[in-house]
């Protein structure tokens, strides 16, 4: 597919870390990179310009949101996602899998679809394979992501055997169904936490032609450590030429360990929900702004950062929290939005230097990382 392509350009000597450009017909995207998650044609506070603004490249939708509202008919009609939302750069679509996951008493899967109640209005929606491609080709998303089986941590072998091999048989009737030439399609490794079944899986997927590659299942409950194993067991096993997204993570810390086990893309709404939360990401570790001790502080969240909430003081970002002001939500999801795209582009370039190791090494300690990472700057 000519529209697509992924360039390795350097390994870090060090590590699993790899430096890349992943190439679409809406731009290209440097990597490791980080996307925003905008599930229902918006990145939640925030304007397309100020998405930009942050250093992103690329952004997420989400397959069965849009489908049940507005509709992927009505999406189309008003020019597709980049039309519709004005976003320039590449999209990538979820296919609406883990969604259906989420919904696990309120939906039953078989062979051929899965068979769920809408959260909006208690019908019942039927999603097969196909009809996942044919919504995203709706949507005109860049990359569309087939539909896989997840399923609930921890649980039977048997359980995450027949998931497993139920979404290599979706993505090969995903691949069959695709029709545009313009639109990447991405495979999902599963597997749960056995190392074996994700190889297995990661193997046979890779012998069939998909653009790109992620690994998902994970950051659904299990320790991180649990998914640095499996994330470190199972990129050997996918095609070096072709980009390596996993799905849904996550902290800033899950991404530096991810980087180093050879993860390219990732998306996750943590710093959009944290940030509409009153909680902001920093070198200094995590940031909650509603604080009493950031009162009269005259300080900016951070002197080095561009965005818009580091012209103001620390004092006046708590104060809008406290007076429930929509400023506030927006501009800490500005903020970090903005940090997330700087840990990438510093990482990006640790790995030109071959210095990835140290920079992550750097960066706990800052964080205040020892063993279980997770630092409150309280």
């Not at 071959?354 to 964080?367: C, E, L, R, S």
Request: glycine share 8%.
């Amino acid at each position: 597919m000519s529209h697509f392509s992924y360039e390795l350009l350097h390994r870090d000597s060090q590590t699993g870390a790899r430096r890349g450009v992943f190439s679409t017909p809406h731009g290209t995207v440097q990597t490791p990179g980080f996307m925003p998650v905008g599930t229902q044609g918006t990145v939640k506070g925030v304007t397309i310009d100020q998405v930009a603004a942050t250093g992103a490249e690329m952004i997420l939708g989400n397959t069965y949101h849009l489908a049940l509202r507005p509709g992927h008919e009505t999406v189309r009609r008003l020019g597709g996602l980049h039309g519709m939302t004005l976003w320039e750069g590449p999209i990538l679509t979820d296919s609406g899998g883990f969604q259906i996951f989420s919904l696990q008493s309120i939906r039953e899967i078989n062979e051929q679809q899965a068979t769920f109640r809408s959260h909006i209005d208690g019908s019942i929606v039927q999603l097969t394979p196909e009809h996942s491609i044919e919504i995203q080709e709706s949507l005109g998303s860049d990359v569309a992501m087939v539909l896989d089986h997840v399923v609930a941590l921890p649980a039977k072998r048997s359980e995450v055997v027949d998931a497993m091999e139920r979404s290599i048989r979706w993505a090969g009737r995903c691949l069959n169904a695709a029709t545009r030439d313009d639109q990447a399609r991405f495979a999902i490794v599963q597997g749960g936490l056995d190392t074996e079944l994700r190889i297995q899986c990661a193997t046979e997927l890779s012998s069939m032609n998909f653009e790109g590659f992620a690994v998902g299942g994970l950051s659904v409950g299990e320790a991180p450590s649990e998914m640095y194993r499996i994330t470190q067991a199972t990129c050997p096993h996918l095609p070096e030429h072709k980009p390596r997204y996993l799905m849904g993570v996550g902290r800033p810390i899950d991404l530096l360990e991810s980087v180093a086990r050879g993860i390219d893309l990732f998306d996750c709404v943590m710093p959009t929900r944290n940030g509409r939360n009153a909680m902001a990401f920093t070198d200094r570790g995590n940031v909650k702004i509603r604080n009493a001790k950031y009162r009269d502080e005259t300080r900016p969240l951070e002197e080095h950062c561009p965005c818009l909430a580091c012209r103001h003081s620390l004092g006046y970002l708590r104060h809008l929290f406290v007076a429930k002001e929509m400023l506030g939500p927006i501009l800490l999801t500005i903020h970090n939005l903005t940090y997330y795209q700087r840990v990438m582009a510093e990482a990006r370039q640790a790995i030109e230097n071959n210095t990835f190791a140290q920079y992550v090494i750097d960066k706990k300690a800052g964080w205040g990382i020892i063993d279980e990472p997770d630092a409150d700057v309280e």
